[in-house]
């Protein structure tokens, strides 16, 4: 069982990516910019949220360190998320690319 408390855990947070309040600032100026252009609209729901959590994580790089690889770790992975869903649906994709050692 942990001793870690919630106050631990935010003041270690808190150091990492800075404070929490300047966070949410960016993030959500990172959001709203995203949202008011024209294509928003035709992003399927795990594009925006991808986009999103991009976002979030870029505001975190801003505001706290810069060089903690997870974050930037973090932003390939929700990019690769939606790009294996693409991948899927075009046919034959598996086996042009993929199946290179049978």
Not at 22 to 37: F, P, S, V, Y
Not at 79 to 96: F, N
Request: hydrophobic share 35%; charged share 30%; aromatic share 8%.
């Amino acid at each position: 069982m942990s001793s870690t408390t919630i106050e631990d855990t935010l003041a270690e947070r808190g150091k990492r990516y800075g404070k929490f309040e300047n966070h949410a600032r960016i993030a959500q100026a990172l959001k709203e910019c995203m949202r008011m252009q024209t294509g928003w609209a035709r992003l399927r729901p795990d594009q925006r949220e991808a986009l999103e959590m991009v976002a979030h994580k870029v505001a975190r790089i801003l505001n706290g360190d810069p060089n903690y690889d997870d974050s930037w770790t973090d932003i390939a992975g929700y990019a690769e998320l939606v790009a294996e869903r693409l991948r899927s649906q075009i046919p034959g994709y598996e086996v042009a690319f993929h199946d290179s050692d049978a």
